[in-house]
Each structure stands twice: as structure tokens, then as C-alpha cells.
């Protein structure tokens, strides 16, 4: 019976792929600009809501100057943009 394992360490562990940088970038209560990133996302785990536009990747930005707020619809969480003029 052999003691010895087969194969080297690197077959079973894969590669070394770079991490996306995928992530909420603003939080509610934030202030925004108009075109910062809000969310990078990988399909659409948070939704658009309000002051908020989706890109082509489901990067969530926002359309408009304001504060970042998120609630949920439907079971579904939203983020808006609130506009802070008043």
C-alpha cells in the first residue's frame, strides 16, 4: 500500500485569479455626487432605485447629486438617491 499522495499541491488548489473589487462603495447616509459608483455587483443583487442608474456590468451609480439610501421593495433591497436641496 502506497503512503505517498499523487499529484503536486498546485493541481488541487487552483489559480491565483485577482479579486474584482466587487462591493458597496457608498453606504446610506453618504453624501454622492453625480456619476460616483455606489455598487459593483455582479448581477442584480441590489436594485435601482430612484436617482440611481444601472450600468451594462449592474454597476449601481448615481444619476444625480444627493445622499444614498437603501430600502427594501418587495423583498428586494433598493438603493436611491435622495436629493439633499430642498
Same mark, same amino acid.
Do not use: C, W
Given at each position: 500500500?502506497?503512503?505517498? #499522495? !499523487? $499529484?503536486?499541491?498546485?493541481? &488541487? %488548489?487552483?489559480?491565483?485569479?485577482?479579486?474584482?473589487?466587487? /462591493? =458597496?462603495?457608498?453606504?446610506?447616509?453618504?453624501?454622492? #455626487? !453625480? $456619476?460616483?459608483?455606489?455598487? &459593483? %455587483?455582479?448581477?442584480?443583487?441590489?436594485?435601482?432605485?430612484? /436617482? =440611481?442608474?444601472?450600468?451594462?456590468?449592474?454597476?449601481?451609480?448615481?444619476?444625480?447629486?444627493?445622499?444614498?439610501?437603501?430600502?427594501?421593495?418587495?423583498?428586494?433591497?433598493?438603493?436611491?438617491?435622495?436629493?439633499?436641496?430642498?
Amino acid at each position: 500500500m502506497a503512503h505517498k #499522495k !499523487t $499529484g503536486g499541491s498546485k493541481a &488541487r %488548489q487552483g489559480s491565483k485569479a485577482a479579486g474584482k473589487r466587487l /462591493g =458597496v462603495k457608498m453606504y446610506s447616509g453618504e453624501k454622492i #455626487k !453625480t $456619476g460616483q459608483i455606489i455598487v &459593483r %455587483q455582479k448581477g442584480n443583487r441590489f436594485h435601482a432605485g430612484e /436617482g =440611481v442608474g444601472t450600468g451594462r456590468d449592474f454597476t449601481l451609480f448615481a444619476s444625480r447629486p444627493g445622499v444614498v439610501a437603501t430600502r427594501k421593495r418587495s423583498g428586494k433591497s433598493v438603493i436611491e438617491v435622495k436629493s439633499t436641496e430642498k
